[in-house]
């Protein structure tokens, strides 16, 4: 990953491959942004009009290059759009910060240093800004370039250095700002890379040894259930959809403990390590991207992470639900019965609306330590993306307070998300004639068909919040922002600010 440090030295002295300097939308034209005068005053105070004549807006997402000023140790000048100019001429935000840096330092890749002269107003602009180019510069080239040279292989790797101009490396603020980007995108990234990896590597079985090997490295405690554990102990929602594959399904549980802390946040992740829909099959054209079934356990193994390396005070624990949805002979049938770990029966209809079957099991689990909350995570229905398409995600919870609380942290942190009902008449919709309940019902609502399954799963008087992540988990267009093609660590960045509300008080 890129590496970032602070600097109050002046553009032109800078020895870099790119001066990176924002251009935002004014009435009258493209407007510099603060931060970048030194370069202005080179260019006689006309970087505006030359920006301008070049075809420059200062439009979010744009991207402007220009030759340095004479003087200058650097060669490049890229100027990347803010947007408009906001009312007082400072106060650019954060999410627009995080995202000019970000598109930068895409382009930045195969680069060796650049220097952001963005605004800097506080240590939150820091934040975001450091965000922004160590999200933007992720690049998954693991199984990329076999046999290429090594020329071609750098030329693509992610800008190695950056400069953050304008930031204090002696300011306390500004310093923990960058400690706290650098963590929880370096475990986004993570998260990003196992979405990516291709299914016939990352097994449930393979996601586990990695959970055990960063629980190692940070400090957590873990327990994995294999299949013999979880038949042991009655898992029949998760047995019953991991029963297809010779990839057998694992339950990872993290936890991190803080000695200060005096609150318990669950974080529940539905981990299909690859979502063939079952003996329900899914057709082609809705499968070659079912690798990213995942993203819930991805995200929720990177929030935990993130929040031991932020010495957070809470008590976190991290639930990844593992399994591997495929037909077979031992496959789960339609019509199948299965006895759930709360000891409820589920008639499955439908082998595609596994999800819900592996959530159910270990939001029982997680119900029994009785957390303060719990947040479950998921690429639950494709319902989901049609009623908020492929950038924001659902939001639904049994306490509308906390559904509030998460929609406004998910807000702050640059996540769009939105809230969803939970309609009690579509439960009737689930009324099995064999079972307690059945996986499907009205396809009308049902992505809140399924948020109204899994709260049936939910211990009694436990505040519950699901985030259904189908539509932003996987970025199927090309990358915008400091968002790339592919997996995206949707919800880690709102998982974290949960966990640092919470340990502030700030939250239940
Ligand atoms: N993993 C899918 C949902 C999904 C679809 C995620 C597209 C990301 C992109 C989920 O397991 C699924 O198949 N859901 C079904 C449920 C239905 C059978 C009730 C769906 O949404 O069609
Ligand atoms: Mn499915
Ligand atoms: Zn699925």
Same mark, same amino acid.
């Given at each position: 990953m890129t590496a970032l440090t602070l600097s109050t030295s002046a553009a032109p002295g800078l020895r870099a491959d790119a001066i990176v300097i924002g251009v935002a939308k004014g009435a009258k034209g493209p407007v510099v942004a603060p931060g970048a005068e030194a370069v202005d005053k080179a260019y006689d105070g006309k970087l505006a009009g030359v920006l301008e004549t070049l075809g420059a807006s200062g439009a979010e997402g744009e991207l402007t290059k220009l030759p340095a000023p004479a003087g200058f140790k650097s060669a490049l000048v890229i100027a990347v759009g803010l947007g408009t100019v906001p009312d007082d001429g400072t106060g650019y935000g954060a999410e627009a910060l995080r995202r000019a840096a970000g598109v930068a330092a895409r382009t930045l890749n195969g680069a060796k240093k650049a220097a952001f002269a963005l605004p800097v107003?506080?240590?939150?602009?820091?934040?975001?800004?450091?965000?922004?180019?160590?999200?933007?510069?992720?690049?998954?080239?693991?199984?990329?370039?076999? &046999?290429?040279?090594?020329?071609?292989? +750098?030329? =693509? #790797?992610? !800008? %190695?250095? *950056? $400069?953050?101009? &304008?930031?204090?490396?002696?300011?306390? +603020?500004? =310093? #923990?700002? !960058? %400690?706290? *980007? $650098?963590?929880?995108?370096?475990?986004?990234?993570?998260?990003?890379?196992?979405?990516?990896?291709?299914?016939?590597d990352l097994t449930p079985a393979a996601f586990a040894a990695i959970a055990q090997r960063a629980a190692k490295e940070h400090g957590l405690k873990v327990q994995v259930l294999d299949d013999k554990a979880?038949?042991?102990?009655?898992?029949?929602?998760?047995?019953?959809?991991?029963?297809?594959?010779?990839?057998?399904?694992?339950?990872?549980?993290?936890?991190?403990?803080?000695?200060?802390?005096?609150?318990?946040?669950?974080?529940?992740?539905?981990?299909?390590?690859?979502?063939?829909?079952?003996?329900?099959?899914?057709?082609?054209?809705?499968?070659?991207?079912?690798?990213?079934?995942?993203?819930?356990?991805?995200?929720?193994?990177?929030?935990?992470?993130?929040?031991?390396?932020?010495?957070?005070?809470?008590?976190?624990?991290?639930?990844?639900?593992?399994?591997?949805?495929?037909p077979s002979g031992s496959a789960v049938?339609?019509?199948?019965?299965?006895?759930?770990?709360?000891?409820?029966?589920?008639?499955?209809?439908?082998?595609d609306a596994e999800g819900r079957l592996v959530l159910a099991d270990a939001l029982w689990a997680a119900s029994a330590e009785n957390p303060d909350a719990i947040v479950d995570v998921a690429t639950l229905t494709g319902a989901m993306m049609l009623a908020l398409g492929s950038r924001t995600f659902g939001i639904m919870a049994n306490d509308d307070a906390f559904r509030t609380a998460i929609h406004e942290a998910a807000e702050e942190v640059g996540e769009p998300a939105w809230p969803m009902p939970l309609p009690e008449h579509l439960r009737k919709g689930m009324d099995s004639p064999t079972a307690d309940i059945a996986n499907m019902g009205e396809r009308m609502g049902g992505g809140l068909v399924a948020g109204l399954f899994l709260r049936e799963f939910v211990g009694e008087g436990i505040t519950w919040a699901h985030l259904d992540i189908a539509g932003p988990a996987f970025n199927e267009g090309g990358a915008f922002g400091y968002t790339p093609k592919g997996g995206t660590g949707s919800a880690v960045r709102t998982l974290v600010r949960l966990a640092e509300l919470t340990a502030e008080g700030d939250l239940g």
């Open positions: 107003e506080d240590a939150a602009a820091v934040g975001a800004i450091a965000e922004g180019v160590l999200l933007g510069a992720y690049s998954f080239d693991v199984y990329k370039d076999n &046999g290429s040279s090594a020329k071609a292989k +750098a030329d =693509k #790797a992610p !800008l %190695a250095e *950056a $400069t953050l101009l &304008g930031g204090k490396p002696r300011d306390a +603020a500004h =310093k #923990a700002a !960058l %400690a706290r *980007a $650098t963590a929880v995108s370096e475990e986004l990234n993570r998260a990003r890379d196992l979405i990516n990896t291709p299914p016939n979880l038949a042991k102990d009655g898992y029949g929602g998760i047995l019953g959809v991991g029963g297809g594959s010779a990839a057998t399904p694992r339950l990872v549980k993290l936890s991190y403990t803080s000695p200060g802390a005096d609150k318990h946040l669950a974080f529940v992740g539905k981990g299909i390590t690859y979502d063939s829909g079952g003996i329900s099959l899914k057709p082609a054209g809705h499968n070659e991207t079912m690798k990213c079934d995942m993203s819930g356990a991805a995200a929720v193994f990177a929030a935990v992470v993130s929040a031991a390396r932020l010495g957070l005070e809470v008590n976190v624990t991290g639930w990844l639900a593992l399994a591997e949805n495929m049938r339609p019509g199948d019965v299965l006895r759930m770990y709360s000891g409820k029966t589920v008639e499955v209809l439908n082998t």
